[in-house]
């Protein structure tokens, strides 16, 4: 499995209220590509590593890549 470092994920929910839902174009890290994600970071996280391992054939995220995807996500306005 694709795995990312513990303390790289940073839960982002403090309860029902809080979640900042924020969105992630794979394109802005990866040129060309136009997979697009939503939600909150973790959540964003998650899925990019498995759009990583499916679509761009990376085993593993560095910590580098997590580092410029949570860089790249922007607040998604309610
Ligand atoms: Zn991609």
């Given at each position: 499995m694709?795995?990312?470092?513990?303390?790289?994920?940073?839960?982002?929910?403090?309860?029902?209220?809080?979640?900042?839902?924020?969105?992630?174009?794979?394109?802005?890290?990866?040129?060309?590509?136009?997979?697009?994600?939503?939600g909150?970071?973790?959540?964003?996280?998650?899925?990019?590593?498995?759009?990583?391992?499916?679509?761009?054939?990376?085993?593993?995220?560095?910590?580098?890549?997590?580092?410029?995807?949570?860089?790249?996500?922007?607040?998604?306005?309610?």
């Amino acid at each position: 499995m694709i795995g990312i470092s513990q303390p790289l994920i940073r839960k982002v929910r403090t309860g029902n209220e809080g979640i900042t839902m924020k969105k992630f174009r794979c394109g802005d890290v990866v040129p060309g590509c136009t997979a697009r994600f939503n939600g909150d970071e973790a959540s964003i996280l998650a899925a990019v590593a498995a759009h990583a391992g499916a679509d761009h054939g990376l085993v593993e995220v560095p910590a580098e890549l997590v580092a410029q995807v949570r860089a790249a996500m922007v607040d998604v306005a309610e």
